[in-house]
């Protein structure tokens, strides 16, 4: 077996890191320190950057202008991008451009992935239902109206949905079939109020009224929905991953140079074995991740379906970056909570991303469920 990344894939690591090597998390704006969205809009000169680095068309084929790599490469880039807090709908927009290359007609595709892979259209997807607890495709109704479809219902905590251009939405039909239908952000009988996220960002929480789609814009075929919800699910795991690689090198810097009783508390014995155990949790959450992102990127045939692969990353993600902020706050002590330093900024970030996962023990029963509905042999 080769575990080693592809050329194409190496640098397109190369190219994230001179890219986000310019972005200051100590200054990425602060939930403790503004009251209510801490900004209006995303950063769009970064955006710009990746535009122009043509990291925005990853999963977009060459004939559309993009890149034509796999999600592998975006849980690359993504990685990179948490690492520094990159406040870009990278994720988002990217995984909706894929589904909308694999599943979506020839004029969609035409329409929509140029623009993506340039920057000039920003999309996001509609992935948390009413509740974030229940299924998405389940909180929105698309009935047929003539040679379109009209959908009803609400999406709470939609990312960036005040800024982008089109939203992603999945939907039910009366037979229970799931659909994706693209929205843009201001559209008759759709409305859009704010939320925030616990990162101090604006979601949108998404009220649809005999909201009319046509045939063009909506997804029908069976599994796009399945694909992009995998390909978002393993991304936020690629961004806890890049988060905590970074909060536990902060960790370690500050721990190297911080003294008591004339020594480094790094060279601790309590210290040590804290930090010790912190990486074991990120080579498990790394592991994972790209045993699932593989399956998402190959379709390879195994055992359990690749909703079982992105499970376990799952299971890892959520509790892994947990653990790492909340020992990276302990070894800092009082210093870790100090808005003058971006510790609690990646705290927040990190409680943002556990919540997006879900709780382990939810997945843990779905990945049992799966277990008991397949047999290994």
């Known amino acids: 077996m080769d575990f080693t990344f592809t050329e194409e894939q190496q640098a397109v690591v190369e190219a994230a890191k001179a ?13 403790a320190l503004t009251p209510g969205a801490v900004a209006e809009d995303f950063d769009r000169a970064l955006w710009s950057r990746l535009a122009d680095a043509d990291l925005l068309g990853l999963l977009i084929g060459a004939e559309h202008g993009g890149v034509g790599l796999d999600p592998i490469a975006l849980c690359l880039v993504l990685r ?32 929509v992935l140029p623009r993506a892979a340039r920057g000039e259209l920003v999309l996001t997807v509609a992935a948390n239902g009413r509740t974030g ?42 037979e229970g079939r799931p659909l994706l239908a693209l929205v843009p952000r201001v559209h008759e009988g759709l409305t859009l109020a704010e ?5 101090g960002e604006r979601l949108g929480e998404l009220h649809l009224e005999a909201v009319r789609v046509a ?53 601790f014995q309590a210290v040590a074995v804290q930090a010790a155990d912190r990486y074991i949790d990120l080579r498990a959450m790394e592991v994972t991740l790209w045993q699932a992102a593989w399956r998402i990127s190959t379709t390879a045939e195994s055992a359990l379906p690749v909703a079982g692969d992105v ?13 790492v902020v909340q020992t990276a ?32 023990a939810a997945h843990e029963e779905a990945l049992g469920d799966l277990l008991a509905a397949h047999a290994l042999s």
């Open 195 to 199: 939320q925030y996220s616990t990162s």
């Open 19 to 31: 890219l986000f090597a310019d972005v200051a998390p100590d200054q990425v704006p602060s939930p």
């Open 311 to 323: 499970a376990v990353a799952k299971i890892w993600a959520s509790d892994g970056v947990r653990r």
């Open 133 to 174: 607890h229940d299924p998405a495709e389940l909180a929105v109704t698309a009935r047929r109206d003539g040679d379109g479809w009209l959908l009803d219902g609400l999406q709470t905590a939609v990312p960036w949905a005040h800024n982008a251009d089109l939203v992603v939405l999945p939907a039910h039909t009366p």
């Open 80 to 111: 990179e991008s948490a690492k520094v807090l990159a406040r870009v709908p990278l994720l988002e927009s990217s995984a909706a451009a894929w589904v909308v290359q694999a599943h979506g007609g020839a004029e969609l595709r035409e329409r």
């Open 329 to 360: 706050q302990h070894l800092h002590g009082g210093f870790g909570a100090d808005t003058d330093y971006p510790l609690h900024r990646y705290h927040a970030w990190a409680k943002q991303l556990e919540l997006s996962l879900g709780p382990s």
């Open 215 to 267: 045939d063009a814009d909506v997804i029908e075929a069976d599994g796009a929905w399945d694909r992009l919800r995998d390909l978002l699910a393993t991304g936020t795991c690629a961004l806890a991953l890049g988060l905590g690689e970074g909060v536990l090198r902060m960790t370690g810097e500050y721990t190297s140079k911080r003294e008591q009783f004339g020594h480094p508390v790094a060279t």
